[in-house]
């Protein structure tokens, strides 16, 4: 069986894409695919994060961890969701990392389904918003301590994939930068559940909806109306000029919340991540979605 972690990160889904999933499991079901409720996802972790921490034995491990998997003999792939499954947000900045304990945390998952295939995903969020919000989440004395212990201007993704591929290599890695998911929102649900490209979904576009200006939502059903689904090419194009054009800035902009950050802290993060994903793109193991 196929077990597909979706693991966030935290402030970048909300929940949103298992409660798709969740959505769409007559569709998913007919391909022997099982999306696990958010309960049962939260479990799967708790089991997981537990046994790590009072060093349980592995096969006791992983008979906590089939009371939540699916029968194998009914399901091919399962698909669960957790932010915390690379770590609680207490620890996601930690030691001049993000998340520095996730390919401990993914290897052990590995070791203990081993006879099953493990895929990881999640997206990948601007360290400016991501340092910002995580802090602004933390108790005080909490971000009190993470800003004198750490060099923010160090922290970038690429370090903490690295290290999930040195530990896990064997787990196949999907990404998507967070500000490209309204775009891409029906391919990562397929390409996550492992669908046809034409398999059609209930709720694809509700993301892209969720952050238009009433203008935009209009012209959006407009354009889902005119455009035949096969010409997936030209939907693609007039979506996105779709959104460049009508994007509530009320949604997609963010305050940054850190006294002293200047629009030359948040430029220079941005380089950062976009040469973190540039470089992610050429990793092996690792596959990019993007639009």
Known sequence: MQVVIHAGVAFS???????????NASVLNQQRVIPLDLAQ????VKV????????????????GLNEVLPDRTTCDRVILSSDKVLGPRRAAILHGQFYPNAAERIAFLDRVLGADQIELSFALVNPASFISKLLMSLPEERRKAVLGNTDLSSLNWLTMVHELREMAPNVQ?????????????GDILRTLARLPD????????????SVLTDAGRAELTQLLE??????RDMLRESLTHLFDEHADPA???????????TSDVVSAFSEIYEQDLA????????RVLQP
Do not use: C
């Open 279 to 286: 470089a992610l793109r050429t990793m092996p193991g690792v």
């Open 226 to 231: 005119q455009i035949a689904w096969q010409d």
């Open 198 to 209: 034409k398999a059609a979904l209930q709720h694809e576009y509700a993301f892209l909806a």
């Open 173 to 185: 890695i999907t990404l998507w930068a967070n500000e490209d998911t309204p775009l891409i929102w």
């Open 48 to 63: 997981a994060s537990d046994s790590m921490t009072t060093g349980v034995p592995l096969p006791d491990v992983l008979m």
């Open 13 to 23: 889904d909300n929940d949103r894409l298992i409660e798709t999933l969740m959505a």
């Open 251 to 261: 949604k997609i902009e963010e305050e940054l919340e850190i006294p002293g950050w």
């Open 41 to 44: 996802g939260r479990q799967f």
